[in-house]
Every structure is written in structure tokens, then in C-alpha cells.
Nanobody, 129 residues
């Protein structure tokens, strides 16, 4: 079983940076897509928005609200997915989740990347003004 564990969240001021990590501590993942999602305060449980994805061929996509500020990457040797977040804004405050799956379309641009099979527990990011 794939087991994803996120870390790296915290509280920073607007304009700052954070790097989130997502380690797969379980069995080997054979899917084609890994992605980061976020859930804003007050959103219904289970409602998440895709913000960045990476296909196994290395193709990355981003939702427009984070494009140019966030970078998704992975280190296969370490079984780790990253999200480098720069120029953080107060509206980036959310709980961030990583996910992995075998999907037909590994794209985060719409915010509605569906079909992910495995999820982490999330890490909280708080941005203050």
C-alpha cells in the first residue's frame, strides 16, 4: 500500500517561502501522476483543489493562481514529491495534500484533477500579512 506523508507546512509572512515534502513510505507507486491539492478554511470536507501535478514523464502543470510562484518536483531515489512555494500570499492559507494515482489526464490547471488513488493526511500552511 502506498503511504504518503506530507511535511513542511507552517506559518510564514506574506512574501515568504515554504517547501512541502511528500514521502511515500509504503510500497512502490506504479501510477502515472502525482499532485498537490489544497483545501481552504471553511470548505466542505473532502473538497480539494488541484494546484500542481507531475506526470511520470516529467510534464508539470499548474493552476493559474499558483503558476509562476509554486514549483512541483520529485526525487524518485528518495520517493519524495516536493512543492516549492515562493512569494506566498495570505490567500494561500490552506491545508495542503499530496496525492498519487493512475489517471487519464494528469493536469491540475482546472483545479479538478480527479481519480487520485492515494492521499496523505495533509500539512497546514498559514500565511499572515
Amino acid at each position: 500500500q502506498v503511504q504518503l506523508v506530507e511535511s513542511g507546512g507552517g506559518s510564514v509572512q506574506a512574501g515568504g517561502s515554504l517547501r512541502l515534502s511528500c514521502v511515500n513510505s509504503g510500497s512502490t507507486f506504479f501510477g502515472n501522476c502525482m499532485a498537490w491539492f489544497r483545501q481552504f478554511p471553511g470548505m466542505a470536507r473532502g473538497t480539494v483543489i488541484s494546484i500542481a501535478s507531475i506526470h511520470k514523464d516529467g510534464t508539470t502543470t499548474y493552476k493559474d493562481t499558483v503558476k509562476g510562484r509554486f514549483t512541483i518536483s520529485q526525487d524518485n531515489a528518495k520517493n519524495t514529491l516536493y512543492l516549492q512555494m515562493n512569494d506566498l500570499k495570505t490567500e494561500d492559507t490552506a491545508r495542503y495534500y499530496c496525492a498519487a494515482g493512475a489517471v487519464a489526464g494528469c493536469t491540475a490547471e482546472s483545479g479538478q484533477l480527479n481519480g487520485m488513488d492515494f492521499w496523505g493526511q495533509g500539512t497546514q500552511v498559514n500565511i499572515s500579512s
